[in-house]
């Protein structure tokens, strides 16, 4: 048999079969091994840690400076209100798509190259949308005031309103937060058992022995954890697709030209999926390097995750075009001038940049060999991610600089601190991933042993021993 | 509950091993694998878990909150928009649907961890680091008189050590 790096042939490769298998995995002790040796810090990481927080430090200083001299200093020129900051709020979120999709939709349609990739997408998913739950409370200008929009009795007798789409946000991405981590969570605790009990040294056994709540692997502890896994991947997979349709109407249920458009739910959740699993990419292709680990993401495993991106960008493209095709059969005139301004106006650069990296640059993955290039995949995944940042902010600033009103219509620049809080996001997110993927397994070290064939006493039932 | 421990290095042997053990009636069984797997969950023939019924109360109890929250919000500072109902449905099924989630999910985790008895605070004296590795255990709390043919019918299914829990 062919091993998971190895097609069967040179252009057909068994995907059915072999991404539900991993022969090159032997028993239970090579899992527990090769998974665990990604927790040692080498120097690599460190390295990247130490960008990471560099990085994060940059906005963390803008943010002290913002706070202190307000959020004037920020780009914003009435009425482009909205700038990097929601801009990098919708890129965050679209993000955190992928690993929920990964986790829980393909759990449920039992597709196998989900197994090796999920965890660090699932972790992907947290840091992602703890970074971009950040981005509305720093826009807000006065952060100690964000727990005004929670709905919770007070004597000032001040309730949100339940109409506004901005309250529907709130809702949407604290449950999501919080369900992407109860749903990370839960599925390590089996896992953090296996580390646990490998753990040699005192205060880490004890603290493993804590997040572990004592797990034991007995029968009635798997009897229960796969029905609760079962129900909350059941319960997230329409939390995916409901999280940035909301976000979607932040933009959809203004009458801003560029804006008010029903195509934008199912636009933006392509275009989350699009670029989660493109950040996937990006995370995954140097671990699998640097860790060895090619025999468990495999190629077939990254041919699987290229179409769903190519099929993802198609999608996108084609809501792309429709959106001019409405804007012309509308014979709304504002609606028009919009989408002409999109793209010879004052930012076409950005919109020829969304276009070429989210449109063109994908169609490469109709190429077989290009899917199963790593090299390429990991250089796809930071132009589409780029793509993607300029998709939003073609959607937030043409829109808001060219309203109805031509005396209203206006430039907007980036200030120092935009980019400062935009870098410092990548820093934030970078950091949390680099330090989970230090101390816990960034493979389902469980669900890979399900792959693996058990032990057998009898003749030819699949055993290793 | 004092009893006996058995160490199984394969799947198949643990299996027979089970079953042979509920046949034989020796006492409450107790089974450790490194992983899930479906043969045991047959050998062991334990009812559907409880939690589905967790997952349904949260998400009804958290579906009702999310639409009575609003409502009852819009009832009591009312934003009156001419022609438009001051609590309106659609819009709160937003609310609803994610509390329907996150009160779901939440409750469906703690069932998880009643019926799981988990967090574990006490010392689990059958346990052995191996069964997380690659290792099946079977715990059975039989009576000190059925010690002897317990361990007999372990040694007989391969068990590669049988040890006493208390």
């Known amino acids: 048999m062919a091993t998971m790096a190895e097609p069967v042939g040179p252009m057909r490769p068994n995907i059915p079969s072999a991404d539900i298998q991993l022969p090159a995995i032997k028993d239970f002790e090579q899992v527990d091994n090769e998974i665990a040796n990604t927790l040692k810090p080498t120097k690599a990481w460190f390295l990247g840690l130490m960008v990471a927080v560099g990085c994060m430090l940059i906005g963390a200083s803008a943010w002290t400076f913002q706070v202190y001299a307000g959020l004037g200093n920020a780009g914003y020129v009435p009425p482009v209100m909205w700038g990097v900051y929601i801009i990098t709020f919708v890129f965050w979120v679209g993000i955190g798509h992928a690993g929920t999709l990964i986790s829980a939709i393909l759990y449920l349609f039992r597709a196998g190259f989900r197994t090796t ?33 929670i709905p919770y009795p007070n004597w000032r007798l001040l309730w949100p309103n339940f109409k506004s789409p901005l309250v529907w946000d709130v809702f949407a991405i604290s449950t999501y937060l919080t369900i992407s981590t109860t749903f990370l969570y839960i599925g390590l605790i089996p896992d953090i058992a296996v580390i646990r009990d490998r753990e040699k040294n005192p205060t880490r056994k004890l603290i493993l022995s804590i997040l572990s709540l004592g797990w034991k692997n007995t029968d009635r502890e798997w009897r229960h954890f796969t029905r609760a896994y079962l129900f909350l991947a059941a319960f997230s997979t329409p939390l995916v697709l409901s999280v940035h349709s909301v976000v979607s109407f932040d933009f959809a249920m203004a009458l801003t030209p560029g804006w008010h458009a029903t195509i934008f739910p199912p636009y933006f959740v392509a275009g989350a999926i699009f670029s989660g699993f493109a950040m996937v990419w990006t995370i995954l292709i140097p671990i699998r390097k640097w860790w060895k680990l090619e025999h468990y993401v495999t190629l077939n495993h990254l041919d699987a995750t290229a179409k769903v991106v190519l099929f993802t960008s198609l999608v996108v493209g084609c809501a792309y075009l429709v959106e001019f095709w409405v804007a012309w059969y509308s014979g709304v005139k504002p609606e028009q001038e919009y989408f002409w301004n999109r793209v010879f106006g004052e930012w076409w650069w950005s919109a020829w940049i969304m276009l070429i990296c989210n ?107 | ?157 391969g068990a590669t050590e049988v040890r006493h829990a208390r």
């Open chain 2, 1 to 157: 509950m004092p009893g006996l421990v058995a160490n199984f290095r394969e799947l198949d042997r643990t299996v027979s091993a089970i079953k042979e053990l509920q046949r034989k009636r020796l006492g409450n069984l107790t089974v450790y694998s490194p992983t899930i797997h479906h043969e045991l969950e047959d050998a062991i023939e334990a009812p559907p878990s409880p939690v589905r019924r967790f997952t349904l109360i949260g998400g009804l109890c958290g579906v009702s909150f999310g639409y009575w929250v609003a409502i009852w919000t819009s009832d009591y500072w009312p934003l009156v928009v001419g022609g438009k109902a001051i609590a309106s449905w659609i819009p709160y099924t937003i609310i609803g649907f994610e509390m329907m989630v996150m009160v779901g999910a939440l409750s469906t985790v703690f069932g998880m961890f009643i019926n799981s008895r988990i967090p574990k605070l006490v010392v689990d004296v059958a346990y052995d680091p191996k069964y997380s590795n690659g290792d099946y255990g079977i715990f059975v709390d039989c009576p000190p008189e059925k010690e002897k043919d317990a361990e007999g019918l372990f040694k007989a299914h």
């Open chain 1, 117 to 149: 990739i999920y965890r660090a997408s699932e972790a992907m998913t947290v840091f992602a949308v703890m970074t971009a739950g950040l981005f509305p409370i720093i826009h807000i200008g006065r952060p100690w005031k964000f727990f005004w929009l």
């Open chain 1, 359 to 465: 449109m063109v640059l994908p169609l490469s993955l109709f190429s077989q060999k290009l899917r199963r290039n790593t090299a390429w995949l990991f250089i796809l995944s930071i132009f589409i991610n780029i793509g993607m940042w300029f998709e939003r902010f073609v959607i937030v600033v043409p829109s808001l600089s060219h309203e109805f009103e031509p005396w209203q219509w206006t430039t907007y620049v980036p200030s120092w601190i935009d980019m400062s809080f935009l870098i410092g996001s990548f820093g934030w997110f970078f950091m949390w991933f680099l330090l989970f993927i230090k101390q816990l397994p960034v493979m389902a070290i469980i669900e890979v042993k399900e792959i693996v064939p058990a032990r057998r006493a009898a003749a030819g039932q699949g055993g290793h021993h």
